[in-house]
DNA sequence: TTGACATACAACCAAACGGTTGTATATTGG
DNA sequence: CCAATATACAACCGTTTGGTTGTATGTCAA
């Protein structure tokens, strides 16, 4: 409902919407990494890893630690946790649809028949 | 592995980078929707709109159907899926770093103490 | 202290994005 | 046939994006 929650949801999908960026989503989630050592994974300048990692941190999907001179990147699981409920709620509009069809075919059961066609494959509920 | 795939997680992901285009996924997801219907629904241009679901068509999240003058566009539920699939994808990496964690600790049991630190919460497997 | 390394950030650039208006093309109803 | 409706698409425009280079700052090691 809230405006803020779309802006989070706005970077979160942008966040993850660059390969380069979901790339060190992986390596961040597996294991503390510092920028440098990302940079040197990639064929673009230090400065461009970096501002993908300030996106990321940005989007709230990683954090950083201080560690002497190096700065280590970690991922947050509960941010990817966060993206993948947004896609579980969109699954649940697409089940009431299903419901709402079946309920129809509960009421008029011999009116409507080949109602769910070809395109929307009638699944599990 | 192969570039095409990133180039459909690149699609996905940026179309479902922008609200409008979110709201647009729960209202097909929920039914068909004519360009026009949709277009009704929001403060901007139908061009503006037409744009929107030409991007999401692209991306293969949703798909539509002539019927007359109008055209009924149709959420695509499996390339949702197909999304939250990535993401388990990434929480399966951060699963193995916690396995990777665990194994060290039962190899070396007093050697490592507070190993997982604050921002790793160390939740189910 | 000095130099090498790790990071941050500003300025710049071409390309992509998200919006606009305008025009063209089908299709329906009277 | 004609007018209204529904869609498609091109051209344009200001902003954002993803990259670059250059510069500044902080930290380690000799």
């Given at each position: 409902?809230?405006?803020?929650?779309?802006?989070?949801a706005?970077a979160l999908f942008h966040a993850l919407s660059d390969r380069?960026r979901r790339d060190i989503m992986?390596?961040?989630?597996?294991?503390?990494?510092?920028?440098?050592?990302?940079?040197?994974?990639?064929?673009?300048?230090?400065?461009?890893?970096?501002?993908?990692?300030?996106v990321l941190?940005?989007a709230?999907l990683?954090?950083?630690?201080?560690?002497?001179?190096?700065?280590?990147?970690?991922?947050?699981?509960?941010a990817v946790?966060?993206v993948?409920?947004?896609?579980?709620?969109?699954?649940?509009?697409?089940?009431?649809?299903?419901?709402?069809?079946?309920?129809?075919?509960?009421?008029?059961?011999?009116?409507?028949?080949?109602?769910?066609?070809?395109?929307?494959?009638?699944?599990?509920?």
């Amino acid at each position: 409902m809230d405006t803020t929650d779309e802006d989070r949801a706005d970077a979160l999908f942008h966040a993850l919407s660059d390969r380069t960026r979901r790339d060190i989503m992986r390596r961040v989630l597996a294991g503390e990494h510092s920028v440098s050592s990302l940079a040197a994974s990639y064929d673009m300048s230090f400065a461009a890893v970096q501002k993908h990692v300030a996106v990321l941190e940005r989007a709230g999907l990683l954090s950083k630690r201080r560690s002497g001179r190096e700065q280590l990147a970690t991922g947050e699981v509960d941010a990817v946790r966060s993206v993948a409920s947004m896609l579980d709620e969109l699954e649940a509009v697409w089940r009431g649809r299903i419901d709402r069809i079946d309920e129809l075919l509960a009421r008029s059961p011999t009116r409507l028949t080949r109602f769910t066609d070809s395109s929307s494959p009638d699944k599990e509920t």
